[in-house]
């Protein structure tokens, strides 16, 4: 499976975006999807991650109620809509899958996932 994420851009604080992954070259409909994000200088950290069949999803903390992840096996793309953007949300945003699929809880740790997409940048100005 190779990713490839998109949508990223420059937004007012307050404003939205929607970024995109689109998987390619496997079984997209059996993987659970995770989105982290890296802020100059800082970790890879944790954002949002859904199940396989997207009946489980888990947020990090920092932007739960604001950000949504979905994924359309019919599309084999995940989205990460964000909403009510702050100037920390500024950050070069990853998705990531793992193969093969691990079973039980999502995971939420870097080292969970094997397959990473290339980034795309969300820069949120105040």
């Known amino acids: 499976v190779q990713l490839q994420a998109s949508g990223g851009g420059l937004v007012q604080a307050g404003g939205s975006l929607r970024l995109s992954c689109v998987a390619s070259?496997?079984?997209?409909?059996?993987?659970?999807m995770a989105w982290f994000r890296q802020g100059t200088g800082k970790e890879r950290e944790f954002v949002a991650a859904v199940s396989w069949n997207s009946i489980s999803t888990i947020y990090a903390d920092s932007v739960k109620g604001r950000f949504t992840i979905s994924k359309t096996n019919t599309k084999s793309t995940v989205y990460l809509q964000m909403n009510s953007l702050k100037s920390e949300d500024t950050a070069v945003y990853y998705c990531?899958?793992?193969?093969?699929?691990?079973?039980?809880?999502?995971?939420?740790?870097?080292?969970?996932?094997?397959?990473w997409g290339q980034g795309t940048q969300v820069t949120v100005s105040s």
């Open positions: 070259g496997g079984n997209f409909w059996s993987v659970n």
């Open positions: 990531a899958t793992r193969l093969p699929r691990v079973v039980g809880a999502l995971r939420t740790e870097t080292t969970d996932y094997n397959i």
